[in-house]
């Protein structure tokens, strides 16, 4: 059981160039999340999403996209990276939302230069 | 107010010590406030979690208290170990979707 997976680990982005985010999941759970977390700022949400078919934007959404075509799977769109975007990005995923534990995966590092 | 405020933002407690790390909140309709422990260069992990109703739950030596006049809840570590060393968050639910994060703190254990 490989709970939540996020590729790649480590990246670095030249400003204005896209790249996406891998995320899946393999506890079939239908609430999944994206965070950023700058030091000492802790952990924003950037977009999530109920279930297959539906995101919704969380505190921090623009420079960033998302879909969630299947129930394993929630990728992260940068479009026209900055280097504001250089943070820790984490995906989560939940049984059941608000009300329940939340697993994490093990982020991804990405530097924007 | 969409908010959760922790403090401190870093604690330094001797092994032993019973480190306290406070949390605040101002929405009424928050219903569950977990705590999740972060290692460096690992994803939150969640620790332990309580819902209004109650005052106060333990889990080995990780306690929460909570006041719910106040609008506050605390993580107390009892007898803490150097392998506590980590960043804790707390954390509230506004509604059924999501919840939100304080700004963490870095706990660190002297041996």
């Known amino acids: 059981n490989a709970g939540v997976t996020q590729t790649p680990k480590f990246h670095i982005l030249k400003i204005g160039q896209s790249m996406t985010l891998q995320c899946t999941q393999d506890m079939n759970h239908n609430y999944m999340y994206w965070y950023r977390q700058d030091p000492g700022m802790g952990l924003k949400l950037i977009y999530y999403s109920v279930g297959a078919g539906i995101t919704d934007k969380g505190e921090v959404p623009n420079g960033y996209n998302v879909s969630r075509s299947t129930t394993e799977d929630f990728p992260l769109r940068l479009e026209l990276a900055a280097p504001s975007q250089t943070s820790v990005y984490f995906c989560a995923s939940s049984y059941s939302g608000g009300g329940y534990g939340y697993t994490f995966g093990s982020g991804t590092r990405l530097t924007v230069v | 107010q969409q908010q959760v405020k922790q403090s401190p933002q870093s604690l330094i407690v001797q092994k032993g010590g019973i480190p306290i790390i406070n949390c605040a909140y101002e929405?009424?309709?928050?219903?569950?406030f977990p705590w999740y422990q972060q290692f460096p260069g690992k994803g939150p992990a969640l620790l332990i979690a309580?819902?209004?109703?109650?005052s106060e739950k333990k889990e080995g030596r990780f306690t929460i208290s909570f006041n719910k006049s106040a609008k506050q809840f605390s993580l107390h570590i009892m007898d803490s170990q150097p392998g506590d060393s980590a960043t804790y968050f707390c954390?509230?639910?506004?509604?059924?979707?999501?919840?939100?994060f304080g700004k963490g703190t870095r706990l660190h254990i002297l041996p």
């Open positions: 954390a509230a639910s506004p509604n059924p979707d999501k919840i939100i």
């Open positions: 309580i819902r209004p109703d109650v």
């Open positions: 929405n009424t309709a928050f219903d569950y």
